[in-house]
């Protein structure tokens, strides 16, 4: 079966099918530095370096080939307003076509200054995610390890939703314990009294740090709890954008089927397929939580980028969604796909079915 999608496309061949690819999204950890030491932090054990801006740029340009409205940019770290040439990065993302930008930030050193850059650089839709992870100030703090992180978090927040300016949103971005699933509905409503118009809600992920944590992890029941909860709170408030990244939300929501001319719709994982991540050290990975280098692209062109791409054994068994076990025989396997870096943690093996699905 041939994947249609409008042109320009990155083809790749297997052995009966012909794909083409456009990325939707491509984050990249523009340092490695950071001013907290979270407890569940998936960069723990990341080089504490600055990404060149030109390798920043190289990065833009390869997605650029196969995204040619980029659909999203997500500028990630460590703590990416750390990165020694912080404003040239947005300039020169901008100035690559750059237009629909996430920053991912705990907040603490967000400045007016910042706002006026991104103010003036006309970006089409930049939103701020910033850290809340606990409603109590002094587990927050004592989950981040920085005194202050609380208070400097919701300031920031603040500080992007009094700018008032349609296309700069503010976001709440919150990790959270099992524990805290029940206090959900009242971090959308801080989320509201600030001026957010996202809330992102994640379970804590087996990377990083947390992987010797299982203490935070999500049984299956509390997953689904978890997810029920997210879609109970969009329907109570309509306002806000309640969201999260975890690729069984589709269990609950329904799934797409397939588009026009059999074009393949993926609504849940799409690691290595429709996204991919690259480490402040120039490591590509299929996204920021399953960790497996599929190149270092800091030594390579642009047209080596995308004949490694097109080549590697990650990116061809995740098109065919060549998984295993219940995941496998799933008849949702390509709006969901479960989380493959779950995968890789509890079963040691990417491919292997997602042990916090509860079908």
Known sequence: MECKIRTPCLEIETEDTIYEIEFGQVQIEITGRCNMKCQHCRAAYQLRKDMPIEQIIKIIRFARQFSPNYKEIILSGGEPLMHHKFADVLIQVRENGGESITLTTNGS??????????????????????????????????????????????????????????????????TIQASQITEMESMVRLAINIGCKRVSFSAIHPAGKAIERSDLWMTRAEKKFFI????????????????????????????????????LVFDGCGAAVVTFNVNADGTMTPCALLNIPMMNVFPMSIEEMTE???????????????????????QRKYQC???????????????????????
């Not at 879609?231 to 929501?253: A, G, M, S």
């Not at 998984?323 to 799933?330: N, T």
């Open 109 to 174: 050193l967000l400045t007016k200054e910042h706002m006026a850059l991104i103010k003036d650089l006309s970006f089409q839709h930049f939103v701020l995610s910033v850290s809340i992870d606990n409603l109590d100030s002094k587990k927050h703090n004592e989950f981040r390890a920085h005194k202050g992180a609380f208070a400097k978090a919701i300031t920031a927040l603040r500080i992007i939703a009094d700018a008032n300016l349609p296309n700069i949103i503010a976001s709440m971005r919150s």
């Open 228 to 263: 029920e909860e997210i879609y109970r709170l969009k329907t109570i408030f309509p306002e806000l954008n309640v969201t999260t990244n975890d690729p069984l939300k589709c269990l609950l929501r329904g799934f797409s089927d397939l588009g026009k001319d059999n074009e």
């Open 308 to 330: 490694r791409y097109r080549e590697n054994e990650i990116v061809r068994n995740m098109l065919m969604m060549n998984l295993k076990g219940k995941c496998g025989s799933c």
């Open 337 to 359: 796909g479960g989380c493959r870096a779950r995968a890789l943690i509890q079963k040691e093996d990417y491919l292997e079915e997602d042990p916090h699905c509860w079908i």
